[in-house]
């Protein structure tokens, strides 16, 4: 199938394709009341006083317990450098489709894959949404093309994945695990981070569409940038709220394995991405996991049989991934599966 962006780029286009409207667009509320969102302040986990280090750790713990989701601001990653992945990401989706062809990997463990909607293979309807996913550590990857791109991104992801680390470190103490716990215990040297660029082309019927359903991620902290164009979307007390980042911030959520590891206490976002029809909106996620062999399990010392029993299976991080990106994207289907049934 073609790609969304020659869909919307084509003159005849004036109302949305039937294989891309949604019959069940839920109909819970959503509320645009931005300031109780959670912002975190880096550099008060990395240079601040032992006080202001411990109220951040207060502060992380408070948003890992209540929304999984936060903004994180100075954080030291360069604005140039972020602005420069967004570019060449709409860079690489400015490329001819013979240019991107050789990305469009079949298999979801492919290092570099382009393509649209979520799982077109087995989808009914489609996401108003192109994709490009590149595996770039513990082994780095890229496309040849854009010019660029290669160095642009292995800068960006090197320094994304030192904040990831730290926050990894901050969550730990939040759990009241070590400092380094997350980091030993689940060899985060080799883990993997995916770079995730997503483009959602301006829709002609946006109250139709969906950018991408409600899901949850997988691994352990995905770091998200966008243009200034809004549409993510996070649950948070049975009501969808709106988030626009900050300038130069990071949208930061949990993902389905900081939920297992600690034991169900910290729970994996729900969020969504929603369309519009005015601008292009594009979004470059890095996503930060265990190495692909781990087998993520609750933390031992979450664990009290009597009273906090193990609330999840454990599974190899590949199985997970696998199993995730090759069905359909639906809630936490997918976390589901590694559930303990009796909890």
């Keep these: ?3 969304v962006k020659e869909l919307a780029e084509s003159s005849n286009l004036t109302s949305l394709p039937q294989n891309y409207v949604f019959s069940t667009i839920d109909n819970i509320n959503t509320t645009h009341d931005q300031e109780q969102v959670p912002i975190i302040d880096f550099s008060l986990l990395t240079s601040g006083s032992p006080d202001q280090r411990s109220q951040a750790i207060h502060d992380l713990r408070n948003a890992c317990l209540e929304w999984g989701f936060f903004i994180l601001i100075n954080h030291g990653v360069p604005e140039k450098l972020r602005e420069e992945m967004v570019n060449l990401c709409l860079n690489f989706f400015d490329l001819s489709p ?3 062809l050789e990305y469009a990997g079949k298999q979801v463990l492919d290092p570099i894959r382009c393509g649209t909607s979520f799982n077109a293979s087995l989808e009914k309807v489609f996401f108003w949404r192109d994709f490009l996913k590149i595996f770039v550590h513990p082994d780095f990857h890229s496309p040849l093309k854009p010019l660029g791109f290669s160095e642009t991104s292995y800068e960006f992801c090197k320094r994304t994945r030192e904040v990831a680390r730290e926050l990894l470190r901050a969550i730990s103490e ?3 695990l070590e400092e380094g ?3 030993k215990a689940l060899d985060m040297k080799s883990g993997l981070q995916i770079l995730v660029a997503n483009l959602y082309p301006p829709c002609p019927q946006p109250e139709l569409a969906m950018g991408m359903p409600p899901h949850s991620d997988h691994g352990f902290l995905s770091l998200l ?4 164009v809004g549409g993510l979307q996070v649950i948070h007390n049975d009501k969808w709220v709106a988030v626009n980042s900050l300038p130069n911030s990071f949208l930061v959520n949990t993902g389905d394995h900081i939920e297992i590891l600690s034991n169900g206490k910290y729970k994996s976002v729900v969020h969504r991405a929603v369309v519009n029809n005015r601008a292009t909106r594009i979004s470059v996620a890095v996503a930060n ?4 062999d781990t087998v993520v399990t609750p933390a031992p010392e979450l664990v009290d049989f009597k009273n906090h029993p193990p609330m999840y299976h454990g599974m190899s991080y ?3 991934l696998e199993l995730q990106q090759s069905n359909q994207l639906d809630g936490k289907s997918c976390l589901d599966r590694v559930r303990v049934s009796n909890v």
């Design 1 to 3: 199938m073609g790609t």
């Design 98 to 100: 013979d240019e991107k």
């Design 174 to 176: 939040s759990l009241g």
């Design 181 to 183: 716990y997350i980091e």
């Design 225 to 228: 940038i966008q243009n200034e």
């Design 289 to 292: 996991g265990p190495s692909l």
């Design 318 to 320: 590949k199985e997970y």
